[in-house]
């Protein structure tokens, strides 16, 4: 049987083959299913959402945070959050 990390090397090259444009974010994917497949491993049982986002850095959880911020412009394109 083929080792967990090798499936989801794989998985993510096909991914990133796919839609070019995630190429970009290959440490984003990477961090993430590395805490996925740690906690399968851990605990036999797939993560939820609430989990992985615990087991990230909390750098990661700041980008994110800022990520959410942002809103449609209604052009198609995402405007920056308002100053306070």
Known sequence: MADPNQIADLAERLAESAVPGLAAFHPLIALISTAIIS??????????????????????QKVLSGWSAWT?????????????
Request: hydrophobic letters at 35%; charged letters at 15%; aromatic letters at 8%.
């Open 39 to 60: 906690h399968f491993q851990a605990t036999k049982t797939f993560p939820t959402e609430a989990e992985i986002v615990a087991a990230l850095p909390v750098d990661y």
């Open 72 to 84: 449609p412009s209604g052009d198609g394109t995402l405007s920056p959050p308002k100053a306070p």
